[in-house]
């Protein structure tokens, strides 16, 4: 059962490989679905943009350390809670794409006053979340 398991999710790595690298507008229509899922995540005086290539910042309006993190792994949830789907045009096969987000997080004035030093230590812990098995949220 486990070898099961682990064949189809590989299958599945390779079939959303396949999807993504097959056009970018497969890849765009992959992160519109995460903004959106983060978007209807958040409050409305809250922020998300898209930061870079496969990167969004979300700036979150007068929050503390202990709330940003509970957001952060709200976001991190939704972002996993279903597979993005795309239609692949020459077959039209319905193929699920499982996806998931590393966070960093920094607090103003605790980890820095300017954006780009707030921006640097996000980026950093969001590269620990990643070298940590991915799919996790870290603190600056």
Not at 124 to 135: E, T, V, W
């Amino acid at each position: 059962a486990a070898e099961q398991a682990r064949e189809k999710a590989e299958q599945a790595r390779i079939a959303a490989e396949r999807v993504v690298k097959d056009g970018h507008r497969a890849g765009d229509a992959v992160l519109q679905e995460i903004a959106r899922r983060l978007r209807i995540s958040l409050r409305l005086e809250d922020f998300v943009g898209r930061y870079g290539g496969e990167e969004f910042t979300v700036v979150l309006h007068d929050t503390g350390m202990e709330a940003a993190v509970q957001v952060a792994e709200r976001l991190r949830l939704e972002v996993a809670a279903l597979p993005c789907t795309w239609e692949v045009e020459e077959t039209q096969e319905i193929v699920e794409i499982p996806v998931t987000t590393s966070i960093g997080i920094s607090i103003y004035h605790e980890h820095g006053e300017t954006r780009e030093v707030l921006i640097e230590a996000a980026d950093k812990a969001m590269y620990r979340a990643k070298q940590s098995g991915r799919n996790r949220v870290c603190l600056a």
